[in-house]
């Protein structure tokens, strides 16, 4: 009932930038958390930030000062800006938002599909 649309992946040299972007439809009421985590290979998937509906943040340490989440309340959009990107940046980068659905008053996670991005020297 509920769709994460991801873009901006790609690959980037070290130092390098990029801005992921995720677009939750489907039949929403309500979205509280929406957040980005990253898995690479042969590590556990771990978070990267999260943001709630007002706006407040958080950062997993390995990226403060570099990563910046934010959110488009209106478009149902959260959005990572990633600067100063390392190799160990390297991973598959997933979307997620807990959500209301229309028809139930209870939240659900929802995952995007998840986007490559890497990072090279």
């Known amino acids: 009932q509920v769709q994460l649309v991801e873009s901006g992946g790609g690959s980037v040299q070290a130092g390098g930038s990029l801005r992921l972007s995720c677009a939750a439809s489907g039949s929403i009421f309500s979205i509280n958390f929406m957040g980005w985590h990253r898995q690479a290979p042969g590590k556990q998937r771990e978070l990267v930030a999260t943001?709630?509906?007002?706006?407040?943040?958080n950062y997993a340490d390995s990226v403060k000062g570099r990563f910046t989440i934010s959110r488009d309340n209106a478009k149902n959009t959260v959005y990572l800006q990633m600067n100063s990107l390392k190799r160990e940046d390297t991973a598959v980068y997933y979307c997620?938002?807990?959500?209301?659905?229309?028809?139930?008053?209870?939240?659900?996670?929802?995952w995007g599909q998840g986007t490559q991005v890497t990072v090279s020297s």
């Open positions: 943001i709630t509906s007002g706006g407040s943040t």
């Open positions: 997620a938002a807990v959500v209301r659905i229309r028809t139930e008053s209870k939240y659900q996670d929802y």
